[in-house]
Each structure stands twice: as C-alpha cells, then as structure tokens.
C-alpha cells in the first residue's frame, strides 16, 4: 500500500499533506499498524485512533511551534470526527508552547462548534494547567 492509498484509508483530511504534517515517520508507523489490523481492506471506521495519534505526535511534544499548533488548530475544525477534532483542541491548549493568542483563537473556535462534546471549561482548565498565572 502507498501513502496516498493509506491517507485515502485513514480519512484524513487534505489539511494534513497541505500543512506538511503527515512526515514519514508518522505514515510508517501507521502503515504497519494498518496492515496489520485491516491488511488492505477498507475499514468501516474507527479510523479517527490514527488520526488522533496524529494529532497526539504533535500535541504531546513540547517541541512543537506555534505555527504547527496554529496548523492542528485549522485541521480539528475540519476533522471528521467532532469529537475528537475537540478533543484535540484542548489538547493543543495544553501544550506548553501554546500562546494567549491561540488559546484565545481556540475558544473563540470551541464556541462556534455546533455540537458539543466538552464543557469550555475543559478548554481553560487544560490551558491554565500549563500556563500558571504567576508564570506570566
């Protein structure tokens, strides 16, 4: 299977290869674990666990830039699943790097989602977790 036939497979959205997020790295990886859960057939969901895993590489580094977190941010609003495209915004409130201004960015996004899945709350608890006010 090639990358654009796993891409294709795992339904991520085209935000992904525009961003130049999805690195080899994380399509090797996730070329293995498909293979070898589904082989080459179609699966009929949860394809959202890769994408979060994604998403999670990214999340989960306290490398990550802010103009990558700026990037997650436009690709969880377009996410397929919404609740994990929310989910993955507070977990980029939570990165270390993330600024005031994203984290205003985000809740402003987090409040235009029609169906929710989290409290906002959610979304200022995880950004004050990492960015204690006498920290600023």
């Known amino acids: 299977m090639d990358r654009e036939s796993l891409i294709k497979k795992l339904q991520y959205p085209s935000e992904w290869e525009e961003f130049g997020l999805l690195n080899n790295k994380i399509i090797s ?3 293995k674990e498909f293979i070898e859960e589904y082989g080459s057939k179609t699966p009929e969901g949860g394809t959202e666990h890769y ?3 994604a998403f999670g590489y990214y999340t989960g ?3 990550t830039s802010i103009e990558i977190l700026n ?4 690709i969880a609003l377009v996410e397929p699943d919404s609740c994990m ?3 993955v915004i507070i977990d ?3 990165n270390q790097n993330c600024t005031v201004e994203l984290y205003e ?3 402003e996004a987090f409040n235009k989602v029609s169906e929710k899945h989290f409290e906002i709350s959610s979304l200022e608890t995880a950004f004050r ?3 204690p006010s006498w920290k600023q």
């Open 29 to 31: 990886i996730q070329l």
């Open 51 to 53: 994408r979060y895993g």
């Open 61 to 63: 580094d306290p490398e």
């Open 71 to 74: 990037n997650l941010l436009t």
């Open 85 to 87: 495209g929310q989910s």
């Open 92 to 94: 980029i409130v939570a």
């Open 105 to 107: 960015l985000s809740k």
């Open 129 to 131: 977790e990492n960015h």
